[in-house]
């Protein structure tokens, strides 16, 4: 699994996430809905022990009726109402969260990325039978994806995204602050069948994790879970420890200190900057150890989130020297 600093388009838990939300979609248009059992359709059947069900504790034992289990909480975010539900969903995860999985370490993107989606859950189950009075069930990703989106604009706060119909560039807190305000209207007003306070209860859950989850141990208490399993993604293992697990320092931020024989000039503008061999100069400021390791501490501490833009420049300019 990818620690901090490791860029790619497709990283690993993004590659799964995608791989899996096809596969579910597959499963269930290809195969399932073309099957029955017992006189009943096996999408059916799939549907009302997989997709979020409305939590309704008089009919909770009923097996005849949908019911509410708890693994849906989870389920729900890899199954999809139809093709277009799942491109948009899976376009803007990977257009937004890739990023983030290359910044923060793939274990905790996916924490991050399965608790937005419970938080998600959890809003819309008993939010929305209360302001508009419908309870069905749900399936989708979109919980999730607003939580990435919020993290993407707290991380990016004036990347600009261009957004349909405008195409002009748009800062992503602005861009995503529109979005949130027009799910919030859309879902007071009801009626159109999307789960506008699922996506509300993603955005929330993100702005939770990414506030106070490194302060209430959310993130550790998770990986301490995680590192008891190995599902056994590649040989190093799904869950090993990355940057913002736990107190442990990532490797990618490892630095050998040699006899310093040799230098070279960095010319960039406004200034010079220069780079020698055993020791990292970065704007006029030399980088030691002890610099490195009070960062990485910062975020065992209180996450990346809370590291001041020079701190960030400084790891991002490490990473691509290592």
Do not use: C
């Amino acid at each position: 699994m990818r620690g901090m600093g490791s860029f790619s388009l497709f990283p690993p838990v993004m590659k799964m996430l995608l791989i899996i939300n096809v596969a579910v979609f597959i499963l269930q248009y290809l195969f399932l809905s073309g099957l029955t059992f017992d006189g009943h359709s096996l999408n059916a059947l799939f549907m009302k022990y997989f997709a979020l069900q409305p939590f309704n504790s008089e009919n909770m034992f009923d097996l005849s009726k949908n019911i509410f289990l708890p693994w849906q909480l989870v389920s729900y975010q890899f199954m999809h109402g139809g093709l277009w539900h799942l491109f948009f969903n899976m376009f803007a995860l990977w257009m937004f969260g890739s990023e983030l999985e290359g910044l923060w370490g793939s274990k905790r993107f996916l924490i991050y990325y399965l608790l937005a989606g419970v938080g998600a859950a959890i809003v819309h189950m008993f939010v929305t039978p209360l302001i508009t009075g419908l309870s069905v069930p749900t399936v989708g990703a979109s919980g999730s994806v607003y939580g990435i989106l919020l993290a993407f604009a707290f991380t990016f706060p004036n990347r600009p995204i261009f957004m349909f119909p405008f195409f002009i560039p748009i800062p992503a807190k602005y861009f995503v602050l529109i979005f949130v305000v027009i799910e919030m209207i859309s879902g007071v007003s009801g009626g159109s069948g999307i789960a506008h306070f699922a996506h509300l209860g993603g955005a929330l859950t993100g702005f939770i994790l990414l506030k106070w989850g490194d302060k209430l141990g959310v993130f550790k208490w998770f990986s301490k879970k995680s590192d008891t399993y190995d599902p056994g993604f590649g040989t190093t293992g799904a869950f090993q420890s990355d940057p913002y697990s736990g107190s442990r320092k990532p490797n990618v931020i490892q630095v050998k200190w040699a006899q310093i024989n040799q230098e070279k000039q960095v010319y960039t503008n406004p200034e010079p900057k220069v780079e020698t061999r055993g020791k990292y100069i970065i704007d006029g400021e030399e980088i030691t150890q002890v610099k490195i390791d009070s960062i990485l501490d910062k975020i065992s501490e209180s996450g990346y989130q809370n590291l001041t833009e020079r701190e960030k420049f400084i790891l991002t300019e490490l990473s691509k020297r290592i």
